[in-house]
């Protein structure tokens, strides 16, 4: 998962998986120097050719993670 940390869809998506499993993701902070005007996405990031956050890279395939209303807890 390659992401943003100011990215709201990003969080949002680490805490469907919750704290432990989220720990287990290959995640990819895309920022982590933080972003200000003139920022660059780290390498990784840029290579990947991301057009937004969060990216899923499954299998070697981009892939989106699609929240079912059904799933979602009421």
Known sequence: MYGAFWCSHCQEQ????GKEA?????YVECFPDGFRKGSKMIKACADAKL???PT???NGQVSEF???ESNQPS
């Open 22 to 26: 989220a720990e287990l993701l290959n």
């Open 51 to 53: 057009e937004g956050f």
């Open 14 to 17: 680490k805490q469907i998986f």
């Open 66 to 68: 699609k929240i079912e």
């Open 56 to 58: 899923w890279v499954i």
